[in-house]
């Protein structure tokens, strides 16, 4: 046998004092303390995490210029005054059959030869003046005339705004890198998603058209020379005999017997317009963070681009009345446009992260986004919208 080295013992000794001093009372030995949820990492290492929330946005303006084609349409003359009256009275430079409203003053067997005839006849004595040695005077109609007259106003129809702002949904993945116990840098990557739409209705095309017919009175005088005229009322025949007068007027005066007709037309027109719009954000960007306890702050800042897809209408019909009866299309105009746009931008970010625990947390951010405006057009209007401003909100993440 080999003899036993004794020379281990004093050594094995000494370790197993070292060891029995080690043990706690209850005789396990003490674990070591694990790090708070907010404590710093060691330097060196990547983390990686998921983050979802919602948030409130809003944007610049939302703005819908209204245009119209009614304005630039040429409108038929539709006003129709259908009271149109001709003359009694026959011409006055002519041999006619004549009848007024007190007599008349005919044509007999003898006018076309010597211009007199006995077929006439008056009412009453009034019709007899002294002028010129004595007139006899008839009133009657002349022939009706028609006035027309027209007027529009096409004014702008202006433009509308609505209101862009509203919640949206957020998810939020960042890459860190742990370089010093209190600082890191990574970058992240954000997409929110944000709905809205607007409808108005106007008008600010109008035109009048009106025809009036109106009455021609006329005053006939025939001068009698010497002639003696029976008894009011008289009433001579084609046969005669009887006194004889000039057929043609001596004198015709004409005068104003009022508006008998009228007619009247109106056009008008009505405007529908609506806008839809739906913007995918999606940002990327470096951050920086800095860690103070349990509680993280980063900001970040890089390139923004918001996808619109948007989709918008205009519709125009122009109505007309006649008479006030009831209104009815005259003409109808439909547009509809929709496309997709990506408006790029930029962004700047600023968020406080709170550690629930070593892998979950919530973060409270705010960015700002400045981009391309989204402009336009569908049929003879266009619109506008400024995706740029302010998103606020809350994500509740998870680290891996």
């Known amino acids: 046998m080999k003899p036993v080295n004794f020379c281990f ?19 396990k030995a003490p674990l ?3 790090p708070s949820p907010g404590m710093a990492e060691a330097p060196g290492r990547w983390h990686f995490r998921v983050s979802a929330g919602a948030g409130y946005r809003t944007i610049g303006d939302v703005e819908f210029t209204t245009g119209s084609r009614s304005g630039g349409l040429k409108l038929p003359f539709l006003a129709t005054a259908l009271g149109r009256r001709h003359s009694t009275v026959g011409s006055a430079t002519e041999y006619a059959d004549r009848q007024y409203r007190d007599g008349f003053v005919n044509q007999d067997g003898g006018t076309a030869n010597d211009g007199s005839t006995w077929f006439w006849g008056y009412e009453n004595e009034g019709q007899l003046t002294d002028e010129g040695g004595g007139t006899l005077q008839f009133q009657g109609s002349g022939d009706s005339f028609t006035r027309n007259s027209s007027r529009s106003s096409d004014r702008d129809a202006g433009s509308w705004q609505t209101d862009g702002d509203g919640g949206v949904p957020v998810i939020q993945l960042d890459v860190e890198y742990d370089f010093h116990p209190r600082w890191s840098a990574g970058a992240s990557f954000q997409y929110s998603f944000l709905g809205f739409d607007g409808s ?5 095309f109008s035109a009048f058209q009106q025809q009036t017919s109106q009455a021609v009175t006329v005053m006939d005088r025939y001068v009698l020379d010497g002639v003696q005229i029976p008894d009011s009322p008289y009433a001579g025949s084609y046969e005669g005999p009887g006194p004889l007068v000039y057929n043609r ?8 017997g009022g508006v008998f007709d009228r007619s009247g037309v109106h056009f008008f027109n009505r405007i529908h317009e609506s806008l839809d719009v739906q913007l995918h954000r999606l940002a990327f960007g470096p951050t920086l963070t800095g860690r103070l306890g349990r509680v993280d702050f980063s900001v970040g800042s890089g390139l ?3 996808i619109a897809d948007w989709s918008a209408s205009h519709t125009e019909i122009l109505y007309v009345r006649k008479d006030g009866g009831p209104a009815r299309t005259y003409r109808r105009w ?16 600023a968020a406080a992260r709170v550690a629930l625990t070593s892998r979950i947390s919530f973060t ?11 402009t336009e057009e569908v049929g003879p209007s266009r619109f506008s919208v400024d995706p740029g401003g302010w998103t606020v909100g809350g994500m509740f993440g998870y680290t891996f």
């Open 9 to 27: 013992l004093p050594l094995a000794g000494t370790l197993l004092l070292s060891a029995s001093s080690a043990i706690a009372g209850d005789g």
């Open 32 to 34: 070591a303390v694990p």
């Open 200 to 204: 108005q209705s106007s008008s600010g």
């Open 249 to 256: 007027p001596t004198s015709r005066d004409f005068g104003n």
């Open 304 to 306: 923004s681009v918001n």
């Open 334 to 349: 439909a547009d509809r446009a929709s496309g997709t746009e990506v408006l790029p931008g930029i962004f700047l970010q």
């Open 364 to 374: 409270g951010f705010g960015s700002h986004d400045w981009s391309r405006t989204l």
